[in-house]
């Protein structure tokens, strides 16, 4: 069968199976008739089958190199290596669109099969319904405004290539990731909204989602770090985050959520905080929403501009249609959802837990503040006036400052209502390794408040995190009469849930030791060399000793290789390399690394003059390794906390 | 209302407004104002505060010294195109940067009035990687 004939029947089907598992829905809603709801069901199912094939049919088009379908010209060519052309499949908007499809059929799917004997439930049906029009409004677009199925009116000899920037395996990785967690957070929302839709309350839908909370939220976490990750190794401008617009949208729901998954906890604990989660689920949701917007709408400019498509009015609605729904659903069960008891006091650990929440909100705010800027000062005072990066750095330094701190104390008080005696006996030791952190600093020469501060907490936050492991593992050696070194593995493994968390906190304490060091104590410097010269930044000296070209692939590549001393003794040699791709007009340039736990030194090579004299620019990033394994541990943690165990489904707490 | 709840409101109040000041600061502190190569010209700048413009490389201006990394050329307004300025910046020549390149800069004028000296520069090729700001 054609694929092209295949990839437009399947989407198409995709579109009717979600249609009518709607309309059977409703259907057995009205009627309260079980055997449509079951039907509906089946339908609602059978949608993750067809774009299955559409997808199918996608990626075989790439792999045969058919490109009278336009979107494969634009993202293949022949030379292309497989693995790239197997991921082209993403490297658009349109190819995205149906991924996005995709995946949240198969996630509904999931939830679908999870559900089947539970379609009783005055609440799943609505879950169903909320999930079929979601995924409806994707197939919608696909199936209209934005296929990428459409033919060429002829068949160009080649395609016009990936660009050469997206060919790099942590770019191949970083789009889908972000979008499993963007779409994951669907199913909590849709189960949040049928909450209030059915009546049903309670904290089973916090209880019921909380692994796909957490789950889209390593997904983002991943998402995101691999997209720093790749501006770092790949653009060659030394950093690794800019807040451009679509890295501040993806930010903003990680904000968002991470807000969320806290105070669920709260909730489940305590059964407070009701109306304040709904709230933010919904948020959450609508961000990730908001953030597809900003990158397809072009109203905003960004590196990741995928220029106008004519889908921003597409999802403005969506966004504008489910915000003011939700709002009437929240507003109506505000009744029912406020509880009597609120906080008992201010020194307690669900107060910290609020705070910390109004901090997440507040970065949130400020970064999508920044983000739309330009529109709200156009439209309100009628010159345009922008930020950038000093904007977020400035506004949201003290903002992350006083959220770690927080980080920190949150484990030293107590639920409910912390005594002030207790306070000061937790507190004495982690504040005083802090304060004389920070004095160890301060005589080495690190003057400056924010880098003085951000360390000084972040051995805050690592003591009261050693502080727990320690007192947990002391605990089970009491109790079980196990050395200590058996004990601690196997606390934290049987309370992984708890000790999950620490990890990610760990994790983020990391990461702003590496973003504090590379940002803070940065080095750069440019410089044009010819063959024999050097040049020195920081400890290095950075000789030129040779230069060659040579054909690769579907690039002609420059390389100019630098001996490197440090402190006087040699320390290898370092390649930096000029790329010219076949199918694009400007070369790109290779970043070259040499990573230790101390610093980056960072080369990149943007100019190569006519005698083979080269332009080369350096920076050493100090610490900056330290945040890549931070990264690394924030994931850990949270997939530590969603390891099911065999007992959790006898006991609920 | 119970007491407790008053000292959180009151602690949630600071932060908001602590958040608010934040943000005011932020944006009086580092707001960049867009304009034209006309409006420069015509008006002259606001002298405390950065500027971003927006314009085309005039073809047959460009002046660049590898060796002491000096990049000179003539911005073109992109809509009157007799109006042009000199720009000093001082960096490495972005990939993209060429003749008609569309090119986005932020700085401030010099004492003389003369040259506009860029601390940022920006160029977007007109191609097919049209969406491929570069960072510079």
Same mark, same amino acid.
């Given at each position: ?6 990839g437009?029947?399947?989407?198409a ?40 094939m ?123 990731t ?124 960004s590196?990741h ?18 915000g ?56 309100v ?27 920190g ?45 951000a ?52 994790? &983020? ?14 080095q ?72 230790s ?35 690394g541990? &924030? ?6 906390t ?12 | ?37 006309? /409006?420069?010209? /015509? ?5 405390q ?27 073109r ?22 003749? /008609? ?36």
């Amino acid at each position: 069968m054609n694929m092209v004939t295949l990839g437009n029947l399947s989407q198409a089907a995709a579109f009717a199976a979600a249609l009518l598992a709607m309309l059977l829905l409703l259907l057995g809603l009205a009627r309260n008739d079980l055997r449509s709801i079951e039907a509906g069901r089946r339908a609602l199912a059978a949608v993750a089958l067809f774009t299955t094939m559409a997808a199918f049919a996608l990626s075989r088009l790439f792999l045969t190199d058919n490109f009278q379908v336009e979107y494969v010209a634009s993202y293949s060519d022949r030379a292309l290596p497989l693995f790239y052309k197997a991921t082209s499949f993403w490297a658009g908007q349109k190819g995205s669109l149906l991924f996005w499809a995709w995946v949240l059929s198969l996630y509904i799917a999931l939830v679908v099969r999870n559900t089947r004997n539970e379609t009783r439930r005055r609440n799943t049906p609505y879950i169903y319904l909320v999930l079929a029009s979601i995924v409806a409004f994707f197939l919608l677009l696909l199936n209209t405004v934005s296929s990428p199925f459409t033919l060429l009116p002829f068949t160009p000899p080649d395609g016009q290539g990936l660009n050469p920037m997206l060919q790099n395996p942590g770019m191949i990785f970083h789009p889908p990731t972000l979008f499993l967690g963007y779409i994951g957070f669907t199913i909590p929302f849709a189960y949040a909204v049928a909450a209030m839709i059915s009546g049903r309350l309670d904290p089973d839908w916090l209880r019921k989602t909380r692994r796909w909370n957490i789950l889209s939220w390593i997904f983002l976490t991943i998402g995101i770090i691999l997209g720093g990750q790749w501006a770092y190794v790949e653009l060659g401008w030394g950093g690794f985050w800019a807040w451009d617009p679509v890295e501040n949208a993806s930010f903003i729901p990680w904000l968002v959520s991470t807000a969320f998954i806290h105070t669920a906890i709260i909730q489940e604990r305590r059964n407070i905080m009701r109306v304040w989660n709904m709230v933010l689920i919904v948020l959450t949701f609508l961000t990730c929403i908001f953030g597809t917007y900003l990158v397809r709408s072009g109203v905003l400019q960004s590196v990741h501009d995928f220029g106008a498509t004519g889908l921003g009015g597409f999802f403005l609605v969506f966004l504008v249609v489910t915000g003011i729904g939700s709002l009437i659903l929240i507003a109506e069960s505000y009744s029912q959802l406020r509880t009597d008891h609120s906080l008992e006091s201010l020194l307690s650990r669900e107060s910290t837990f609020l705070f910390n929440n109004v901090i997440l909100l507040a970065i949130a705010f400020s970064t999508l503040f920044g983000t739309i800027f330009p529109l709200i000062s156009e439209m309100v005072t009628g010159k345009k006036l922008t930020v950038g990066e000093p904007f977020f750095n400035q506004v949201n330094t003290p903002l992350f400052l006083l959220l770690l701190l927080l980080t920190g104390l949150c484990p030293l008080i107590g639920w409910r209502r912390a005594s002030i005696d207790n306070l000061k006996k937790n507190f004495l030791l982690p504040a005083s390794l802090a304060l004389a952190g920070g004095l160890v600093l301060f005589v080495l020469g690190v003057r400056t408040f924010y880098p003085l501060a951000a360390f000084s907490l972040a051995v805050f936050v690592s003591a009261t995190i050693l502080l727990e492991f320690a007192a947990g593992a002391r605990a089970r050696k009491r109790l079980t009469g196990e050395s200590l070194l058996l004990a601690l593995p196997r606390v934290l493994w049987r309370l992984r849930r708890r000790y999950g968390g620490y990890v990610v906190h760990f994790g &983020m304490v990391l990461m702003v030791i590496g973003i504090t060091g590379s940002t803070a104590f940065k080095q750069e410097k440019e410089a044009t060399l010819r063959q024999g010269q050097a040049m020195t930044i920081g400890d290095y000296q950075l000789r030129y000793t040779g230069f060659r070209s040579f054909q690769d692939r579907n690039r002609t590549v420059y390389a100019a290789t630098l001996g490197v001393t440090r402190n006087g003794r040699p320390a290898g040699e370092m390649t930096t390399e000029r790329r010219y791709y076949i199918n694009a007009e400007q070369p790109t340039t290779e970043v070259s690394l040499r990573i230790s736990a101390r610093e980056d030194l960072y080369l990149t090579m943007p100019m190569i003059g006519r005698n083979n004299e080269i332009t080369l620019r350096a920076a050493v990033n100090p610490l900056l390794v330290w945040g890549w394994v931070g990264g690394g541990l &924030m994931v850990l943690g949270g997939i530590m906390t969603i390891i099911p165990s065999r007992r959790q489904k006898r006991r609920t707490t | 209302m119970k007491k407790n709840t008053q000292k959180t409101l009151l602690a949630l109040l600071l932060i908001l407004g602590g958040v608010g000041f934040l943000i005011m600061k932020g944006v009086s502190d580092t707001g960049v104002y867009y304009r034209t190569v006309a /409006e420069i010209i /015509e008006d002259g700048l606001p002298r405390q505060r950065g500027v971003r413009v927006s314009g085309s490389v005039l073809p047959g201006t460009i002046d660049y010294d590898q060796q002491r990394l000096l990049l000179r050329f003539t911005v073109r307004d992109t809509e009157q195109e007799d109006k042009t300025m000199q720009v000093l910046y001082r960096g490495v020549r972005p990939d993209a940067f060429r003749e /008609e390149a569309e090119v986005i800069l932020e700085g401030r004028l010099d004492g003389a009035g003369q040259t506009f000296v860029a601390e940022t520069l920006l160029a977007k090729c007109p191609s097919k990687y049209e969406s491929e700001v570069r960072r510079q």
